[in-house]
């Protein structure tokens, strides 16, 4: 077992790796149902698969479950009112906790329902998919889509505990198991060569579910997280900004496959880092055999790393990232490298660079 504290004065909260830690799920939230109840948020397939591993591990600690459709849709004004309206109509009060039990569209969902009801109520994420399990459920961000963008609407609304289960795992799809992939590999390239060393060296095994391997990159993920959102919860030191390392490039890329299964948001994420690492590369800022390692290392374990055939170009990607919410004075601040595990912000990219950049790959 691990436990990693996100240290943030009177919201500090405590991180538990544990495998099978849903079987002892009574143990492990006997505090935050010793005043009030636990209301459980799914989505259909998560529940289908692990709902009944939770309720047997919540033993006599009642669970109240409400589900919603899986995939990315659900993170919609239709949703969140229906979550909303449901809490309410369970009597939902401040002392109770709402339970994210599903991937980072689950923690976004109910992180933002948990944070507006009743002007604010307790949450607690357990996370089943690798991609939420390594970055989503820590650090607090809750959000929907609408319309003008992703996560334009939503709270920094801190969990009070964060239960990580590798075993649920088991059941994850190989793809979505490799787009959360992506976000470890995010980690290593923000801050830790030796950790990007370890997964050139057990990428496969970990993708292959291996416990140990898991366990140690779910773990140093989280620990990284943990201190980056320490040092700027809410993203205005411009450390946490480092998280965003090949976002910019990545949800360009999401917006013109249309937030679909063509991309997933982890997939996005790899491209994303594949061209963010390239163009610092391009710029003279980060040594070209450093992206290369990147790249061959993405694609060795299959994600992708290759835009030629998603059918854009430059103009439109640079468009999409106008748009984007990062968007700051007509100017977009762009994570770039100065090799492997030495991420830093760079404020002062020219936009036709980009778009010159992005025509030569696309
Ligand atoms: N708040 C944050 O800090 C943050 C950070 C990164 C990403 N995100 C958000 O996270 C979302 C993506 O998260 P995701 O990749 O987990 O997507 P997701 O929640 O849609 O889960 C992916 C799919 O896997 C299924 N699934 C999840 N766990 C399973 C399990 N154990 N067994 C079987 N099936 C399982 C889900 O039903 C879903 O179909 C995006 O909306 C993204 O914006 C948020």
């Known amino acids: 077992m691990t436990r990693v504290i996100v240290a943030l004065g009177e919201r500090s909260y405590d991180v538990v790796i544990e495998e099978g830690a849903l079987d002892r799920a009574s143990a492990h939230l006997a505090p935050f149902a010793r005043d009030g109840r636990l209301i459980v948020v799914s989505d259909e397939t998560v529940w289908a698969t692990q709902g009944v591993r ?5 033993g006599a600690i009642e669970a109240v479950p409400i589900l919603v459709a899986p995939g990315e849709a659900s993170k919609s004004w239709d949703t969140l009112a229906h979550v909303v309206d449901r809490l309410i109509a369970l009597g939902i009060e401040r002392r109770d906790h709402v339970v994210a039990f ?7 969902l109910a992180g933002f329902a948990a944070s507006i009801v009743n002007r604010g109520c307790g949450f607690v994420q357990i996370p089943t998919s690798l991609l939420a399990q390594v970055d989503s459920s820590v650090g607090g961000k809750t959000a929907i889509n609408v319309p003008a963008g992703k996560n334009l609407v939503g709270a920094f609304h801190q969990p009070a505990f964060v239960l990580i289960d590798p075993n649920v795992l088991a059941t994850l799809d190989p793809r979505q198991l490799r787009a959360g ?7 290593a390239l923000i801050q830790d060569a030796g950790f990007f060393a370890w997964l050139e060296e057990n990428g496969a095994s970990l993708l292959a579910r291996n416990p140990g391997a898991l366990h140690h990159a779910i773990a140093t993920s989280v620990a990284g997280k943990a201190r980056i959102v320490a040092e700027d919860e809410r993203e205005t030191a411009g450390k946490r900004a480092l998280l965003n390392l090949g976002h910019t490039f990545g949800h360009a890329l999401e917006a ?4 679909s299964d063509r991309l997933l948001h982890g997939e996005a994420v790899a491209a994303g880092i594949v061209l963010a690492f390239d163009f610092s590369a391009h710029k003279g800022l980060c040594p070209a055999g450093d992206a290369e390692r990147v790249r061959a290392h993405l694609a060795a374990v299959g994600l992708p790393t290759d835009i030629r055939d998603l059918g854009t170009g430059g103009r439109r990607l640079v468009g999409q990232m106008m748009h984007d919410k990062k968007k700051e004075g007509g100017r977009l601040p762009f994570i770039l490298a100065r090799g492997i595990g030495r991420a830093f912000l760079d404020r002062k990219v020219d936009l036709d660079e980009v778009e010159a950049f992005l025509d030569r790959r696309t």
């Open 181 to 187: 992939y992506a976000e470890i590999v995010k980690y």
């Open 256 to 259: 013109e496959t249309g937030f």
């Open 102 to 108: 599903g991937g980072g569209v689950i923690g976004d």
């Open 54 to 58: 939770l309720t047997r591990g919540l």
